[in-house]
């Protein structure tokens, strides 16, 4: 029998159908697993046939329902079926005819040209070329160099008539996918060397390439192309078709998450929406297979919101429940609690950052000390808790370094005084902070010993050293201990940590992701001005990052923007944006409105429903609850939806001066505080797939005003 392939635009196209035609799709599919090859090829249902003029005798059109028809690429060995696209008859038919599937010699991968389209657009694209005082997008590479990273002869010729980057994207659909992403990352500025070992190298030929071998091929495309194994296979895959993430992985997302071993802790690093949770999730199933009796693995986070995320993902990707039940997955500072607390024992209150800081001023001003509740809280966090320093003596010898602000040694006597009275305090009203809790767990840890075989970290930049030394303690130093994804880029609190000096090594094993499969180009390039190319420092070692070639081949409408008189108008604008969403079909679900402070969340929320559109807070909602979601900018983190609203951008909220430190105060603390302001409204921005409003009212935040977007 036949091995059943389907390809990615398959599932996509395939999950867009209605019920009847899906239906028909489903048997289609159910054929290819249970006729022969004989049976296949004569059966009156699927009723095969090559569309008239077709380019390439491998291409077949089959009968999936009255009106549709799957493109259905047979290769000679009678080995394989790939289902290729589903498509209304006429078109089905229009487009069969056009694709020519070849093998790729540098990659081994399937690839499919529209061959007639290209060969009528060339000519076109070189009469343009030629008559354009523009230069050629690849004129730095000699055709040489592009051969060598897999782009061949007609997408080359095509590639040397291209002037822009525009003309690039407008190629996208008619050129094999992996040809068009080197050509994409090299326009991005990306180096020769950098191509090749992030998109060619893993797949590399290591033996003889028999070219006319698609069956083969078809095996080697595991990046767009899944190979089915049975029925259950087939239900399981057509059952979520858009949950593409759990059977195509990028090559690059496939080598990270399925290498078979790290020799010690790992990094996956990329700008939003590469696909990190993803390569978490799928390590997690890697490590799964491999796990010893006994053994259990920690899935972790920053916020609950998030620990719901991954536990969804992770049961669409790991559906057996037993399995599942060896994966811990919870926030650090619910385990950091779970450890701490003694069973029977209550968990006592927590202090919000706003008590914690009250609580420092008050300690300042009864001990009648020079700093203020800000400094004395900001000394306590990053430098006692951050090296986890337990005495005067301890403080007396620790390195300040990274501070903007001077404090005498001489002086840290008195400072330790208040943290005393600070530690006093809480243990009198029975009451904790989440970093200390982490940081008593992490020292229990250190003598009772590790939890856990794996740990693997999601939304890793903003935790605090303190998490990090409880993370390190959960896990022996073995190799693949840790495994990381996080983003510098979106590092929303004012904490910046370096892995490498907290013994968190992952020098040479480390991988940055660059193609964003979550938004459209429009809303990624937006976003990208308001970080204005400024680097971030890295999570490994604090060196600078860039998001250079952080791309989507996604296209849509540019955001929108609106600036309002007021915070009624801008609210009024809102509920009509969001009307227009929803009336263009988007589920009230998978619109979101970000703010950055509850309290103008709360009058959207309110706003929204006075105009009798449903809407909840981000933390009361279940995935059922139909509603549009609202929060602040920082409870988006990690989260995607179709449709984002950001509101309040306006200047003396974005930034807020009460988050970011005076600059006469700690200038290294101000930039720090001001950087994780301007990444807010990035991640908040970021999460947006296809549409993003933001709007203001008064004077817009100086964040747009720099980004040239207001
Ligand atoms: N290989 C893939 N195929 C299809 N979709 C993918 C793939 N990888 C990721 N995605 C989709 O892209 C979106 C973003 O993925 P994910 O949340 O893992 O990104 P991220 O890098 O963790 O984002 P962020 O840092 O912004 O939280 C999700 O909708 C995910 O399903």
């Not at 090859?37 to 046939?49: A, E, M, N, R, Y």
């Not at 998030?306 to 790991?318: M, N």
């Not at 808790?385 to 005495?391: C, I, K, M, N, T």
């Not at 400024?534 to 929108?560: C, K, M, N, Y």
Request: glycine residues 6%; contains cysteine.
């Amino acid at each position: 029998m036949p091995q059943l392939a389907l390809s990615a635009r398959f599932l996509e196209e395939f999950g867009k159908l209605d019920s009847k035609a899906r239906d028909g799709a489903v048997k289609v599919a159910l054929k290819f697993q249970q006729l022969t090859l004989k049976q296949l090829w004569t059966d009156v249902g699927l009723d095969f046939k090559q569309p008239k003029g077709a380019r390439d005798k491998h291409i077949y059109t089959c009968r999936v329902s009255k009106f549709y028809r799957g493109v259905v690429l047979a290769p000679d060995s009678g080995e394989a079926f790939l289902l290729l696209r589903v498509l209304p008859h006429d078109d089905a038919y229009a487009w069969a005819a056009k694709q020519v599937p070849s093998v790729n010699a540098v990659t081994r991968g399937l690839e499919i040209l529209d061959a007639v389209t290209t060969e009528q657009l060339i000519p076109m694209w070189e009469a343009e070329a030629a008559g354009s005082p523009a230069s050629p997008l690849f004129a730095d590479y000699s055709d040489n160099d592009l051969q060598g990273l897999g782009v061949e002869a007609d997408v080359l010729r095509a590639a040397r008539s291209l002037t822009d980057k525009a003309q690039l994207d407008a190629f996208a659909p008619l050129m094999p996918e992996d040809q068009w992403q080197v050509l994409q990352f090299l326009a991005e500025g990306l180096s020769l060397q950098e191509v090749w070992s992030e998109f060619v190298a893993y797949r590399a030929p290591t033996a003889a390439l028999d070219r006319t071998d698609l069956a083969t091929a078809i095996r080697s495309t595991p990046s767009r192309i899944a190979l089915v194994t049975g029925e259950q296979e087939l239900a399981d895959i057509l059952e979520k078709p858009f949950a593409a993430w759990r059977v195509f992985l990028h090559p690059s997302q496939r080598h990270v998450a399925y290498r078979p071993s790290y020799s010690g802790p790992a990094q996956v690093t990329g700008g939003p929406g590469t696909g990190k949770t993803v390569v978490a999730l799928h390590r997690v199933k890697h490590l799964l297979s491999h796990l010893r009796q006994g053994e259990r693995i920690l899935l972790t986070t920053f916020t609950g919101t998030l620990t719901a995320a991954l536990r969804d993902g992770l049961a669409q990707l790991v559906e057996d429940d037993q399995q599942r039940a060896r994966v811990e997955v919870t926030t650090v500072n619910a385990l950091a609690r779970q450890i701490v607390t003694a069973p029977g024992e209550e968990a006592g209150d927590y202090l919000s950052s706003s008590e914690e800081l009250e609580l420092w001023d008050e300690i300042s001003k009864r001990l009648e000390l020079p700093w203020n509740g800000q400094f004395l809280a900001q000394e306590y966090k990053h430098v006692i808790l951050a090296q986890g320093l337990r005495s005067l003596d301890e403080y007396a010898a620790a390195s300040r370094a990274g501070r903007g602000s001077r404090l005498p040694a001489t002086r840290r006597p008195e400072l330790w005084r208040a943290v005393e009275e600070f530690d006093e305090n809480l243990a009198a009203r029975k009451a904790r902070t989440h970093l200390r809790v982490c940081d008593e767990a992490a020292l229990l840890l250190a003598s009772s010993g590790p939890l856990y075989r794996h740990v693997v970290v999601d939304e890793a930049q903003d935790l605090h050293p303190a998490q990090w030394r409880l993370l390190r303690a959960t896990v022996s130093r073995r190799p693949d201990d840790l495994f990381i994804a996080g983003d510098p880029h979106q590092r929303i609190y004012d904490t910046k940590v370096s892995l490498k000096s907290l013994e968190i090594p992952v020098a040479g094993r480390s991988t940055r992701m660059r193609k964003n499969y979550r938004s459209t180009q429009e809303i990624l390039a937006w976003s990208m001005a308001l970080l204005n190319g400024r680097p971030v420092e890295q999570l490994a070692d604090g060196s600078d990052e860039t998001l250079a070639g952080f791309r989507s081949s996604l296209h849509g409408p540019r955001p929108s923007m609106h600036a309002a008189p007021s915070q009624d108008d801008e609210l009024d604008e809102l509920v009509r944006c969001v009307q227009e969403w929803h009336d263009k079909g988007v589920a009230l679900s998978d619109i979101a409105i970000a703010a950055r402070f509850n309290r103008l969340a709360g009058r959207a929320v309110s706003h929204l429903r006075e105009a009798g559109i449903p809407a909840l807070g981000l933390r009361q909602e279940t995935s059922e609850t139909e509603g549009v979601r609202v929060g602040t900018m920082h409870s988006l983190k990690g989260l995607e939806f179709r449709c984002v609203a950001v509101i309040g951008v306006r200047d003396g909220v974005v930034p807020y001066p009460g988050a970011v430190t005076p600059m006469e105060a700690d200038p290294i603390q101000h930039h720090t505080d001001l950087t994780a302001e301007r990444c807010l409204l990035f991640v908040a921005c970021t999460r947006a797939r296809d549409r993003l409003h933001v709007s203001w009212s008064g004077a817009p935040s100086p964040f747009l005003a720099e980004a040239g977007t207001a």
